[in-house]
């Protein structure tokens, strides 16, 4: 006689929902987690901590509670249960507060009532889990166990709705007071999603008096999708409570917040689902369970992180849609960037390649890192002449440019030595040195072809390497202004430190389109004349505080602050005359405080007159930028120094290059 299957749709529907509510608590651990981790600073943020925690225990105690052996053990997990549900009420009432604060509504009664509602929190735990008054002992028949309502259940019930229901509407107010569209957004998701957890988690079960399959079944599917609601509702919660505080762009904010789903959450209860299931698996395949545990997770984790992988792009324009092709254009740019192991490597491939065409043992490349110094990039063989030799070789073809050699060679001291340049020809990177095979550079056709396009590659990678670092040593300028600036669109969107941040004041230079020209004008007056002392720069209030620290002369007032923004251009470390970090200072020292001229500038620093002329505007332009950051990061003012007349001039203490610029 056969034996017949038959399906129990009420275990089914208790192993989903421990299946939900083990995932529940991953992704409210792991929410958690990330609004610590990100947003601590932030008040709202840590309000919902405290939300988080409370649902991190109702539901890790319905988990532990449907695998308790015991009658007794999994009464204790319920009444554990209640450390989260008497608080709830508390953690919502504070998570409101805290989001109305942002809009600039800060009732004082707000604290005494967020305090108060933590106080009755203990209150109502230490009654339901010491004694009978808010719960009693109830049922525990698989697959529910319920505690059953005391007489003081009534009071928990009408203050948990009060609480949730009130925190929903205050934070209606704030959706209302809020001023951005954006902000508004927000807003409204958060006020869909605020009541979610609240409704999800409440004890109905403690005021029935269920009994049989088929209402066991009705409950069942009403937990199932009340959990899923949850866990969509936090998710939404959490992704509009992000952006509180955070001072980094929204994009790489749903970005962050995305992939940590993915690869946290997700992964973490699709491994606890697999879990689960092993036991049935178990008994397909009739091995023990440790090994079918084992393959389980590894084949999991796995296979999930390559599919996360796999969709990164996919998922990247859905979170990216207004910006596709400049986030597209950041990320080939962080594959594509060269490191100096990168160049290194690269250059090493390049010599090799030089070395087996021209058949030598060595070859190297170097370049110029200061006014007395170069530097050996890298090397084939071995050989490589010593310091002074290799100053010498820069300075002669620097000046020779191999004119005289053939596909600009020269020979040198028993080396074939070619200079290498940027893409214009004009400023040199350094040069290539081979070892010579013949007393005169002699190459056959072949040869030459292939060396014209290993040395272009060559040029282009040292060029290249140049243009990343001015970048680079721009970027870490003008970080502070980056920082600043998300710092003040944060604060804006949620009305928080506003009156923290400096602004700048009406009818500053720093708003007119002449400002970086005034600059200039300053600049090329440095040591006196008229368009230092009578700058419309004198109007800056950093120069007003300077003013009384220079005797009330309004020249060396400029000046200084002028200096101060030269100096914040200044590298870390030892001065460098043709290092790709020091070109901006450098040319600032030497054309407007020493007062050289053009031609020997540019021969210091190893590079054309037109290059210098380039290089001399971006230069002006960070110092420009440098006084607007000195201006908006000021401390407060405590008493002003007093408007400064347009024909104030300076009255001693001039520079021997004064009278020269003045004449000028």
Request: proline share 5%; glycine share 6%; charged share 20%.
């Amino acid at each position: 006689m056969t034996e017949t299957f038959v399906f129990d749709w009420t275990l089914f529907l208790s192993f989903g929902n421990l299946v939900l509510s083990s995932a529940l608590a991953i992704l409210a651990l792991s929410l958690l987690a990330y609004i610590l981790a990100y947003n601590f600073h932030s008040g709202v943020a840590r309000a919902f901590c405290a939300l988080l925690a409370c649902v991190l225990v109702v539901y890790s105690s319905d988990i532990l509670e449907a695998r308790a052996s015991t009658i007794a053990a999994s009464a204790d997990w319920l009444r554990f249960q209640w450390l989260g549900l008497a608080f709830i009420p508390a953690a919502y009432l504070h998570l409101a507060s805290e989001v109305l604060r942002t809009t600039g509504l800060r009732p004082r009664w707000w604290r005494v009532a967020v305090v108060g509602s933590y106080v009755m929190g203990a209150m109502l735990c230490g009654l339901a889990v010491g004694t009978d008054l808010i719960v009693r002992g109830g049922f525990y028949e698989p697959p529910i166990s319920r505690l059953s309502s005391g007489p003081l259940f009534w009071l928990f019930a009408v203050y948990y709705a009060f609480t949730a229901l009130y925190g929903a509407y205050n934070i209606y107010q704030a959706r209302q007071r809020a001023l951005t569209p954006t902000v508004r957004r927000r807003m409204t998701y958060l006020t869909l999603a605020f009541i979610g957890p609240a409704v999800g988690v409440f004890p109905y079960l403690a005021t029935t008096t269920m009994s049989g399959r088929i209402l066991a079944g009705v409950v069942l599917i009403l937990s199932l999708v009340g959990n899923v609601a949850v866990a969509v509702t936090l998710v939404v919660m959490a992704y509009t409570i992000a952006y509180y505080g955070a001072l980094t762009p929204d994009r790489v904010i749903r970005h962050r917040l995305i992939h940590y789903l993915l690869r946290g959450p997700l992964v973490a209860a699709a491994v606890v689902i697999l879990i689960l299931s092993v036991p049935k698996i178990e008994q397909v395949l009739d091995l023990p369970r440790d090994t079918v545990v084992l393959f389980t997770v590894v084949l999991a984790i796995v296979l999930l992180e390559l599919g996360v992988n796999l969709a990164k792009p996919f998922i990247d324009r859905i979170i990216y849609w207004q910006d596709q092709a400049e986030v597209a254009w950041i990320q080939e740019l962080d594959e594509r960037l060269l490191t100096t192991t990168d160049l290194q490597q690269f250059l090493s491939n390049v010599l090799v390649a030089i070395c087996e065409t021209l058949r030598v043992p060595n070859a190297f490349i170097a370049g110029p890192v200061g006014e007395e110094r170069t530097k050996v990039e890298v090397s084939s063989g071995s050989g490589v002449p010593p310091q002074g030799v290799l100053i010498q070789w820069l300075q002669q073809v620097h000046e020779e440019s191999g004119a005289n050699g053939t596909l600009g060679f020269t020979p040198v001291d028993g080396y074939w030595v070619r200079p290498l340049r940027d893409r214009e020809g004009e400023e040199m990177l350094g040069f290539l040195a081979v070892t010579a095979r013949t007393p005169q550079v002699n190459l056959t056709p072949a040869e030459t072809e292939v060396l014209v396009a290993l040395i272009e590659q060559a040029e282009l990678a040292l060029a290249d390497r140049r243009l990343q670092q001015s970048v680079f040593a721009s970027l870490n300028r003008i970080m502070p202004e980056i920082e600043r600036f998300q710092q003040l669109g944060s604060a804006i969107a949620y009305r928080e430190q506003v009156a923290a941040l400096p602004t700048p004041e009406a009818g500053s230079p720093l708003a007119d389109p002449n400002f970086e020209r005034w600059v200039k004008e300053a600049l090329s007056h440095y040591w006196g004349g008229p368009k230092l002392t009578r700058s419309p720069l004198l109007r800056l209030e950093v120069v007003r505080e300077a003013l009384a620290r220079e005797g009330g002369n309004p020249g060396r007032a400029l000046r200084a602050v002028l200096n101060s923004a030269i100096e914040r251009l200044r590298p870390e470390g030892a001065r460098q005359m043709a290092a790709t970090d020091w070109v901006l200072y450098n040319i600032l020292e030497l054309k407007f405080i020493q007062g050289k001229r053009v031609r020997e500038i540019a021969d210091r620093l190893a590079m054309s007159e037109s290059d210098l002329y380039r290089k001399q505007r971006v230069a002006i332009e960070e110092v420009a930028r440098a006084l607007a950051a000195m201006e908006a990061l000021r401390p407060p003012e405590k008493s002003g120094a007093g408007p400064l007349s347009d024909g104030a001039t300076e009255a001693k203490g001039l520079h021997p290059l004064e009278n020269k610029e003045r004449n000028d």
